[in-house]
């Protein structure tokens, strides 16, 4: 059991070896890994542990990314004081999007409406350029930790691991908690939940506010990373690219969100030339894993080695 | 002053809205029979005027036959997605099936874009453009086409529903799959035709849609989100409440767009969504939505 814990710790000192040997675009990919490894934390929460049809992560990812740009554009705060707010945009921005979920509603109609909040937030974004830039898209100064410009892909990497591996170990701790085995217990029956005293509402709102909270410090990140934020980048291809890391890592399961990010990322880059084909082939790959292997790669792993298995994973 | 736009609007919108009525109709039957709400409807409904433009353009085909093609073939799409993908899963968690019916929409999507790239496509027109008078209002061709196939069109399933074997075994499988399987009816084989039959009224709202959109694989959210608005406000799993949410969402738009501003035609449907979840979220017809603890 001592293990578990220390693959936290391995994993991204194995991230660590292979940026020696990088050039700035593949550093670059590293990045975005490390971004969509917290976007992916962040939506498993929701979907995964807590069991709700909600697609409402794109409208967190966005609040989050345009809160820190606005932050450092509008009221030229450095990048770094900016995390923390656009994490808290985002946990508000989960906490509106849970109000329909506390009054009852569930299923598709809580996945509909969630993609109306995206589709409306992303039409917000247009609509203020006086904030956003709207559709021209907003450009962001190089992201600085206390004074420190961080100009090079190499720079952000440091401190992007260093939060990834922060909310990671974090969302761990939670997840094997009391507060974690009530979201399963919510996802596995919601009324049996509500049956053993367990207040549903208030964990639906913190775990939507937990998912935005940390989506949104990964849009802060996104900021810092691609330094230019357009509307397009959050729209509904966006949305089946974040699907794609938690159903192929595995939903409900944090190893999952991560092993997905890793895989998902970087495959878009690979076909910039043929368009079509990115999409094509996420649709096949989600459609193979719902048919074939329910709870993603990583069952195989944990199936593989007891490091990879995650404590609050019910294996049923 | 402004008032005497109104008659103009509610035109422009009732044609607009036949077409929403069209589509949202075609997700309700696939809903009611398999109680799958299939987000992946809208990119079904583009591949139906893709397809066309293919076999008028690429085939030579003339438009009455491209089109019965392209239904054929989103008949046999709809068929074999239900048979191959839905049905193998259709008692696990709803999760999956939503995810499926996104992911295969999305391999569509792809399918759209590898045939023609990031162009946009004009589909090719049946008819030449042109526009009536009556007093001061406009109604264009396209919007007459609009209003006279899906009036017959529900006419028609009216029918179909009412007065043929078919059409009550189908009314025995909205009510209750498990109870039609008692009496002996093959579900699976009637969940498979009824699919096939949403996907084909869906190509076809596709291939009016093209009349007046040019084609673009991104536009299946548009047409998606148009739907489940209809759907979301007439009631889910309502056949007329699809029609009348259509219909008033149609009119809306235009109203909306109007009176408050252009920048809420795009997004009277969203707004509509959300209101109607919150404060009513059966809807007009629908029955109970929300879980209650």
Redesign the interface.
């Known amino acids: 059991m001592k293990l578990t814990r220390s693959v936290f710790w391995i994993a991204p000192m194995l991230a660590l070896i292979p940026h020696l040997l990088l050039n700035e675009y593949y550093q670059y990919l590293v990045n975005l890994t490390l971004v969509y490894v917290l976007v992916g934390v962040g939506f498993n929460i929701v979907?995964g542990n807590l069991?709700q049809?909600a697609f409402s992560n794109v409208a967190f990812f966005g609040i989050g990314a345009y809160a820190s740009g606005i932050l450092t554009t509008q009221l030229s705060m450095p990048w770094w004081m900016t995390i923390i707010p656009a994490g808290l945009a985002g946990a508000l921005a989960g906490c509106a999007a849970s109000?329909?979920a506390l009054?009852?509603?569930?299923?598709?109609?809580l996945?509909?409406?969630t993609?109306?909040?995206g589709?409306?937030m992303r039409?917000s974004y247009i609509?203020t350029p006086s904030l956003t830039g709207g559709s021209m898209g907003l450009s962001v100064p190089a992201p600085e930790l206390f004074g420190w410009v961080m100009e090079r892909e190499h720079d952000k990497f440091y401190v992007f691991l260093f939060i990834v591996v922060v909310v990671v170990i974090f969302t761990n701790r939670i997840l094997e908690s009391r507060i974690g085995r009530a979201f399963q217990a919510i996802k596995n029956d919601?009324?049996a939940a509500?049956a053993m005293a367990i207040p549903?509402s208030r964990y639906f709102l913190l775990a939507f506010a937990l998912s935005g909270f940390i989506v949104g410090v990964g849009g802060a990140m996104y900021t810092a990373l691609v330094g230019h934020l357009s509307p397009e980048a959050f729209?509904?291809?966006q949305l089946?690219q974040q699907?794609a890391i938690i159903?192929v890592g595995g939903?409900g399961s944090l190893v999952g969100s991560v092993l997905g990010a890793v895989l998902i990322t970087a495959t878009p880059e690979l076909f910039r030339d043929?368009?079509?084909?990115?999409?094509?082939?996420?649709?096949?790959v989600?459609?193979l894993v719902?048919?074939l292997l329910?709870r993603g790669l990583s069952s195989l792993l944990a199936r593989a080695h007891s490091v990879f298995k995650d404590r609050y994973y019910r294996d049923d | 002053m402004m008032l005497a736009l109104l008659p103009q609007l509610l035109v422009s919108g009732i044609a607009i809205g036949m077409l929403y009525a069209l589509i949202a109709l075609s997700m309700t039957i696939l809903y009611r029979a398999t109680t799958v709400v299939n987000f992946g409807h809208g990119d079904i409904v583009m591949v139906g005027a893709y397809l066309l433009t293919i076999f008028v353009v690429n085939a030579t085909l003339p438009f009455l036959p491209a089109l019965l093609a392209s239904l054929a073939v989103l008949f046999v799409f709809g068929y074999l997605l239900h048979r191959v993908f839905i049905w193998p899963i259709l008692e696990g968690p709803h999760l999956s099936l939503a995810m499926m019916a996104i992911a295969i929409g999305y391999a569509l999507r792809g399918l759209m874009r590898l045939e023609y790239g990031q162009e946009s496509v004009r589909m090719p027109r049946p008819f030449p453009e042109k526009v009536f008078f009556i007093h001061d209002v406009v109604i264009t061709l396209d919007e007459v086409v609009f209003c006279v196939v899906v009036i017959v069109l529900l006419l028609s399933s009216y029918l179909v529903f009412s007065r043929t074997r078919f059409g009550r075994i189908v009314q025995a499988m909205f009510q209750t799959q498990r109870g039609a399987s008692l009496v002996g009816i093959d579900v699976r084989l009637y969940n498979n035709l009824i699919w096939g039959a949403g996907c084909a009224l869906g190509a076809l709202g596709g291939v009016l849609l093209g009349l007046i959109l040019v084609l673009d694989p991104d536009a299946g959210a548009w047409t998606l989100l148009r739907g489940f608005a209809a759907m979301t406000l007439g009631g889910f799993g309502s056949l007329h409440g699809a029609v009348v949410g259509g219909l008033l969402i149609g009119i809306l738009e235009k109203l909306l767009g109007t009176y408050v501003s252009t920048a809420f035609i795009d997004i009277t449907c969203y707004i509509v969504i959300i209101v109607v979840l919150l404060v009513r979220p059966r809807g007009l017809f629908g029955q109970h939505a929300t879980l209650r603890i």
């Open positions: 979907v069991g049809l109000i329909p009054r009852g509603v569930r299923l598709f109609y996945a509909i409406m993609l109306a909040f589709e409306l039409w609509r919601e009324k509500a549903t729209d509904l291809v089946i699907f159903m939903l043929w368009p079509g084909f990115e999409e094509l082939m996420f649709g096949v989600i459609v719902i048919l329910p």
